[in-house]
């Protein structure tokens, strides 16, 4: 099975940027779907980005335009490239897997990733 290791958070100012890395051990990233959640004091985790594993990738609203969601399979790690940064995407961000390369019925839906990574946070202050 795969375990996964989120990295790259970190403290920025608004507008700024940031990118988390998820480094994946124990199998192929390209087996699965991917996935970005965030999860802010107080509120129910959230879907942010995913990519399937053929290489599509969807974002939830707020993060579209403003986020990149990208798979370097050689170094079997998924990426988040955040820009335009607000203090709304102050939360803990979490990597999640799903043993399917085709997207489950809801890609953003948490529920449907069955590994999971400790989460890395991010502050951005205004």
């Known amino acids: 099975q795969v375990q996964l290791e989120e990295s790259g958070g970190g403290s920025v100012q608004a507008g700024g940027s940031l990118r988390l890395s998820c480094a994946a051990s124990?199998?192929?990233?390209?087996?699965?779907?991917m996935g970005w959640f965030r999860q802010a004091p107080g509120k129910e985790r959230e879907g942010v980005a995913s990519?399937?594993?053929?290489?599509?990738?969807i974002f939830t609203n707020s993060a579209r335009g403003r986020f990149t969601i990208s798979r370097d399979n050689a170094k079997n790690t998924l990426y988040l490239q955040m820009n335009s940064l607000t203090p709304e995407d102050t939360a803990m961000y979490f990597c999640?897997?799903?043993?399917?390369?085709?997207?489950?019925?809801?890609?953003?839906?948490?529920?449907?990733?069955?590994?999971w990574g400790q989460g890395t946070q991010v502050t951005v202050s205004s």
């Open positions: 124990g199998d192929t990233l390209d087996n699965y779907c």
């Open positions: 999640a897997a799903l043993k399917a390369r085709r997207w489950p019925s809801r890609p953003l839906d948490s529920n449907e990733y069955g590994y």
């Open positions: 990519m399937n594993g053929f290489g599509s990738t």
